[in-house]
């Protein structure tokens, strides 16, 4: 059993700056996937970026790449999304997933069968 608990959400303006945390329990931290997801009303969930814990490789959504950093702190079994130069289309609910990764830690969501409750990301303009 995984249980993923996510923080850090909460209303900023275009340009700034958010830091998402998530806290991975229940099972061997090292050695998994943990991606980052979001969701708009209507719209499919889609990936952001994801990280092999234990010291993996890091994969981004085209979107994030140079604005987006996961990072993990594996003392604390925590993954982070830092988000910088933040837009009013990153408004999303923020999610992260998990799982075993044993054909790699891909961006789509049917690959996670673990997720956490989210957090809403808001991006006034």
């Known amino acids: 059993q995984v249980n993923l608990m996510e923080s850090g959400g909460g209303s900023v303006q275009a340009g700034g700056s958010l830091r998402l945390s998530c806290v991975v329990s229940?099972?061997?931290?090292?050695?998994?996937?943990v991606s980052w997801f979001r969701q708009t009303p209507g719209k499919e969930r889609e990936g952001v970026a994801s990280?092999?814990?234990?010291?993996?490789?890091?994969y981004y959504g085209d979107y994030a790449k140079g604005r987006f950093t996961i990072s993990e702190d594996a003392a604390k079994n925590t993954v982070y999304l830092q988000m910088n130069s933040l837009k009013s289309e990153d408004t999303a609910m923020y999610y992260c997933?998990?799982?075993?990764?044993?054909?790699?830690?891909?961006?789509?969501?049917?690959?996670?069968?673990?997720w956490g409750q989210g957090t809403q990301v808001t991006v006034s303009s």
């Open positions: 990280i092999y814990t234990g010291g993996g490789s890091t």
């Open positions: 229940g099972d061997a931290y090292s050695r998994n996937c």
């Open positions: 997933a998990a799982d075993t990764g044993l054909a790699g830690c891909g961006l789509h969501q049917t690959e996670y069968r673990h």
